[in-house]
């Protein structure tokens, strides 16, 4: 008699110990960004220049953006594992660093402008390496589940991060709140120490099946220059059915939700009279209907249709803003930025499990960079010129265009065939 083998059941992400492992390394790292965020905007405001203050705030994304395509380079030329503890353990050392400077001596604009972009330069290797991570430890099937996880961690170092800090600050000044910052960057190094990496499987096909990979492994040894690396990666996302398309989906979504989001938020309550309270409220809002669909990720794991669902999610989310300056009230207001946190959440979230499913291993660092650039590097530059918008249109046009950019994003996707019909693996 013939005894036929049972394929043991996929171990879904959130009962798996080697995402668990990840998943609190990279809240810990989360939770330390937020609390190095509101410590150095304390440090740069006592020392009494408001020109210093900004400069130091807008220092750390001059790196990320001329940077953060070569980190990619490099997380495919050595592994992003390695890349991601290097990094780390640099920002670890970093602000511990500054922290003892604090201890020690006043702040000064120069010492915190160049701190701040050499963890600008650190953080362009951190976050295409992180972001490449998730398909080396669950397979492939599990990872729309695991940026669900990921949003849930970011979601909740924002919330965590933010109260942290400012006990610290308040407790013993930045110098405090650094310090606390480097050793939650410390603590997640055994975490990521520990993570069992396993094998790529090649991009997924058309009908959610992952394709075995002819390409060359992650590191990538004999290729001829680094420069060349990130021409062939740049290369193959233009010529991707699914990748070039995506790209352009993120980087418009991107550039019509992040301002109107972020510094719009502040100077529309402050023209409708809410005050800090009823931005806090929008903001709220906007969190818990983000943190609503990545809860549902986390739980739902595998969307069907996700290209499509993708796309219509960035195409519905553009009505969401447009409203957000229309509405009379706060409560309306917190309203609408909880239904644009919940498709907008979805969209992100589908994104970026599309863009691990359907790149090639040997590409994945690189890819990564390229999508992450648009959120973390280029996108941030752009809020003098929202600001700029407002003082001389008002937020209702400004809103009004960037809902129009945001609902162009999807509309594209919805044109290319291949993005449409994209699925995540079974």
């Known amino acids: 008699m013939t005894v036929t083998a049972v394929e043991a059941p996929e171990r879904p992400a959130h009962r798996d110990p080697n995402v668990l492992r990840w998943l609190g390394a990279y809240t810990a790292s989360m939770i330390g960004d937020s609390i190095y965020f509101m410590a150095l905007a304390w440090a740069a405001a ?3 220049s408001a020109s210093g203050t900004g400069l130091v705030l807008a220092a750390g994304s001059i790196p990320r953006a001329l940077l953060m395509l070569g980190g990619g380079v490099l997380a495919d030329r050595l592994g992003p594992r390695r890349v991601v503890i290097g990094s780390d353990a640099a920002r670890a050392l970093l602000v511990l660093g500054l922290a003892a400077t604090l201890v020690l001596t006043a702040p000064t604009v120069g010492v915190l402008v160049a701190v701040a972009l050499l963890f600008g330069a650190v953080d362009a290797l951190f976050l295409p390496a992180v972001g490449a991570l998730p398909p080396r430890i669950s397979p492939p099937g599990q990872l729309a589940r695991i940026q669900g996880l990921r949003g849930l961690a970011a979601r909740g170092a924002s919330v965590i991060g933010a109260p942290l800090g400012g006990v610290a600050v308040a407790t013993g000044g930045p110098s405090l709140a650094l310090a606390a910052a480097g050793v939650l960057f410390a603590l997640s190094l055994p975490l990521l120490l520990s993570l069992r990496i396993g094998p790529l499987p090649g991009p997924v096909k058309d009908g959610g099946t992952p394709a075995e990979s002819d390409e060359a492994p992650a590191d990538t040894e004999g290729t001829p220059n680094a420069w060349q690396d ?22 418009l979504s ?5 301002g109107p989001l972020n510094l719009g938020m502040i100077l529309l309550s402050e023209q409708r009279g809410w005050g800090a309270a009823g931005m806090g409220w929008i903001v709220a809002g906007f969190a818990s ?7 549902l990720l986390a739980v739902r794991g595998r969307v069907p249709r996700a290209g499509l669902v993708m796309c219509l999610a960035a195409f519905v989310g553009a009505t969401g803003i447009a409203a957000l300056a229309q509405v009379p009230s706060v409560a ?9 946190g919940l498709v ?5 979230a589908l994104c970026g499990a599309l863009v691990q499913t359907a790149a090639d291993p040997a590409y994945l660092g690189r890819v990564t960079s390229v999508s992450t650039f648009f959120t973390y590097a280029l996108i941030p530059l ?35 065939t291949a993005l449409r019909r994209a699925q995540l693996p079974r």
Not at 289 to 295: K, P, T, W
Not at 405 to 416: H, M, R
């Open 230 to 251: 990130l021409v062939d990666g740049l290369r193959y996302i233009r010529r991707h059915p699914v990748l070039g398309p995506l790209m352009i989906v993120i980087g």
């Open 382 to 416: 752009s809020y003098p010129v929202t600001g700029a918008a407002i003082a001389l249109w008002g937020t209702g046009p400004v809103y009004a265009v960037s809902a129009a950019v945001c609902a162009t994003g999807g509309a594209a996707g919805l044109a290319f």
């Open 254 to 258: 991107e550039l019509g939700f992040v």
């Open 332 to 340: 309306l207001a917190a309203a609408a930025a909880a239904f644009v």
């Open 289 to 295: 209907g983000a943190a609503g669909s990545a809860l």
């Open 344 to 348: 907008g959440g979805l969209a992100g």
């Open 46 to 48: 006592r020392t009494g």
